[in-house]
């Protein structure tokens, strides 16, 4: 049985409003389902990176951390790390240092733009941990902490510390700065959680930390959009109507209509911003019931304070 929302409603008007305080406890139903800080995020895909003197004398030590970092944050995302030279005084961007104790940031994301040693990466271990000194364990060590700490670099905080992460696990591990949002369900096997049963991760993204990094600085090589687009909206309440939107993208303005299996047909206008996600895409449809969809114009999750979360996926026509 459908709900009857599409034939009780007048034209509709303008599909696209503020957003909704009475609707934003529906919404928080739908978890957003790594942890960040998103005052942070880096408003640039190219992120400056540069070694402060104190990593002069450990080469091999920095293109490993070079490599960790081209085939981990940078392979699976938008993001390009830039530079990779000595910094000056003047020196923008991600800034590493060299230190023998433990391996930390200076905070989160843009927190760190120009600042000294925002980054401090252990390449000596001799003093903070010691089975990394040995040979056969350096690079390993090397590459896994380096994966984390600009884990920290992009905005993203300790797993361990979100709010639904395991109580014994808070309690035990907690540190840091703690993020406003979570990006994705909680991950014991992200490169930023502490309670993961492999350190760090080895420094190995996991499908959620690709994810969350995704969410935030976009996808690898992403296509341009120009062109006509098609998706039917999907909701987890199945006695909902599946509402059909098409589009038409050109630069990043788009424009379309919604149409309801009962013939209502409605305009609207949305923008794609530098990182391919919808912005204002929001349809109040009356007072109670108000549809958000959150996410790029590819793919994403819809919100609905009547029929539920749910998801959405463009295609070309």
């Known amino acids: 049985m459908f709900n009857t929302r599409a034939i009780t409603l007048p034209l509709l008007g303008s599909l696209f409003f503020q957003t909704s305080v009475t609707a934003e406890p529906e919404f928080s ?17 190219e992120i400056p990176v540069c070694w402060e003197e104190s990593a002069n004398s450990f080469q091999k030590q920095r293109s490993w951390v070079q490599d960790s970092i081209t085939k981990t944050w940078q392979k ?5 790390f830039t530079g990779w030279g000595s910094c000056d005084s003047s020196s923008e961007g991600i800034r590493v240092a060299a230190g ?29 941990e010691p089975k990394c000194a040995a040979p056969k364990n350096q690079e390993s060590c090397v590459r896994t902490t380096a ?28 540190q840091g700065t703690v993020g406003d949002i979570n990006i994705t369900p909680y991950d014991l096997h992200s490169v930023m959680n502490y309670c993961n049963p492999k350190w760090a991760g080895n420094g190995i993204l996991s499908e959620q930390d690709i994810v969350g990094l995704q969410s935030w600085y976009g996808k690898p090589n992403q296509p341009r959009y120009e062109g006509q687009w098609k ?7 199945q006695t909902c109507v599946a509402d059909e939107v098409t589009a038409t993208v050109s630069e990043n303005t788009v424009t ?33 019931d108000t549809i958000r969809l959150v996410g790029t114009l590819m793919e994403g999750r819809l919100y609905s304070t ?11 026509q």
């Open 147 to 174: 994966v984390h700490e600009f884990g920290h670099a992009l905005g993203f905080a300790h797993e361990q510390n979100r709010l639904d992460a395991p109580a014994k696990c808070r309690a035990e591990e907690q």
């Open 231 to 237: 998706v039917t909206l999907k909701y987890t309440d």
């Open 76 to 80: 699976y995302s938008a993001v390009r």
């Open 306 to 316: 009547d029929c539920g979360c749910g998801t959405y996926k463009f295609v070309r």
């Open 100 to 128: 023998a104790g433990f391996p930390h940031t200076q905070g989160l994301g843009n927190q760190l733009d120009g600042k000294p040693g925002g980054i401090v990466l252990t390449l000596d271990f001799s003093r903070w």
């Open 29 to 45: 139903r739908c978890p957003d389902g790594l942890s960040g800080l998103k005052s942070t995020i880096w408003k640039t895909k």
């Open 256 to 288: 379309g209509k919604l149409t309801t299996p009962f013939g209502l047909v409605v305009p609207f206008t949305s923008t794609i911003d530098e990182d391919s996600r919808l912005q204002g895409l929001e349809f109040r449809l009356s007072d109670k």
